[in-house]
């Protein structure tokens, strides 16, 4: 099978692309990416020299590139997207341009090439957000109500790929993912910003109250669910992907500090975001069923680990934080590509 992944440079693209390349070596994985500032190929060190693995630069939202990217694909994942929900607010074009067009411009491409299977990553936050008294849950048949230009860019996304589907038959399945966290989280995010400044006794921002309410996956649960989707994924449906364990986020910053040995007085109260959803959930009981999908860390047990990986991978992180990490495609990229 000839598999294409978008965005696998990304943290939740490359937890999937370090773990499809080491368990299906039968398979041909071209990971396309554009490489933004989120895009780190110092994440795919453990398998860019794996004979079944290749690396594209090239942009979702370009058509001719995507249109020959996609030659001979029978799988898609397209985790490319811009993620950060602050930076939307600071300008949302950016992922107009990517979540949006590019959408619409990878799923053209995919149409033309008749592509078998298409897993379009999607988020909770498209459902807008919950009410903490309230025991609601959002399902595959929540209404969209999007909040932020994050979340807007995501279920225009969203919509595109159902109207392709419903149009010309596109073979899709959407998955709505959780917060996710582990290995490689790249540090503007809350739980890698709070550890790595915690480790360099850094403030760390709390927004507003710090009882916003998310649910947090570790980022191997979700490769492991997108791998289960591929095999077992019924075409046309959607599924969501959470562990069901709500955390507000106070509540996670305290068990990084006591995990480091810090203080709580790390902890600095900031100006709330704008527009700040209060809490996310997600009925993640389809996937269970029909999927067969479980997590297999909790959080406590996820966040330790994660926390561990960051103590043992301060180079990755320091050079994330410091924008060094751009240099490595240069050295290993540029020069043959050209
Ligand atoms: P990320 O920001 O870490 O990585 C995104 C990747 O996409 C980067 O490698 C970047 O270079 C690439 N990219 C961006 N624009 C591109 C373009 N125009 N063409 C090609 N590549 C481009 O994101 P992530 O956290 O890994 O998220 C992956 C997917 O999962 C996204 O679709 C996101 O919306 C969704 N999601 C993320 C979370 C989360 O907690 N991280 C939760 C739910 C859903
Ligand atoms: P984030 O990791 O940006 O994910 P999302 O907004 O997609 O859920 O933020 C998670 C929660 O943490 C959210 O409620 C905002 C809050 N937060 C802080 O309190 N401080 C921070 O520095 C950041 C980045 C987020």
């Known amino acids: 099978m000839k598999i294409a992944v978008t965005g696998g440079a990304g943290f939740i693209g490359s ?35 794996n004979q079944n693995y290749k690396f594209l630069k090239a942009d979702i939202a370009d058509t001719q590139a995507m249109l020959k990217a996609l030659d001979k694909v029978d799988t898609l994942i397209n985790f490319a997207a811009e993620s950060h929900v602050d930076r939307s607010i600071t300008d949302p074009n950016p992922f107009i341009e990517t979540n949006i067009k590019g959408t619409a411009v990878l799923l053209e491409a995919a149409r033309e090439n008749k592509v078998k299977k298409i897993v379009h990553f999607s988020t909770d936050e498209v459902f807008g957000a919950l009410s903490l008294d309230s025991k609601k849950k959002f399902n595959a048949t929540t209404a969209h109500n999007p909040r932020s230009p994050y979340a807007a860019s995501k279920a225009a996304a969203e919509d595109i790929a159902r109207a392709y589907a419903n149009t010309y038959d596109l073979p899709l399945i959407i998955l709505n993912v959780s917060n996710n966290y582990g290995p490689f989280h790249f540090p503007e995010k809350l739980i890698p910003l709070a550890i790595t400044n915690a480790m360099e006794d850094k403030e760390i921002p709390v927004y507003g109250d710090g009882l916003s309410v998310r649910e947090w996956t570790h980022v191997e649960d979700t490769a492991l669910a997108t791998e289960v989707a591929i095999a077992k994924g019924v075409i046309g449906e959607t599924y969501l992907i959470g562990t069901e364990e709500e955390l507000p986020n106070i509540q996670v910053l305290k068990k990084i500090l006591k995990i480091l040995n810090k203080p709580e007085s790390l902890l600095k109260t900031v100006k709330d975001r704008l527009g700040h959803d209060r809490r996310y959930a997600l009925d993640s009981s389809k ?19 994660t926390v561990e990986w960051f103590k043992n991978n301060t180079d990755w992180w320091k050079r994330v934080k410091s924008g060094s990490y751009q240099d490595y495609y240069k050295q290993q990229y540029e020069v043959s590509q050209e």
């Open 15 to 49: 937890a999937f692309v370090r773990h499809w390349v080491k368990n299906h070596p039968q398979d041909q994985l071209i990971n396309i990416d554009k490489l933004t500032y989120a895009g780190n190929l110092e994440n795919l060190k453990e398998v860019e020299k």
């Open 287 to 305: 996937a269970r069923k029909e999927l067969g999908w479980s997590q297999k860390y909790d959080f406590d047990k996820g966040l330790a680990m």
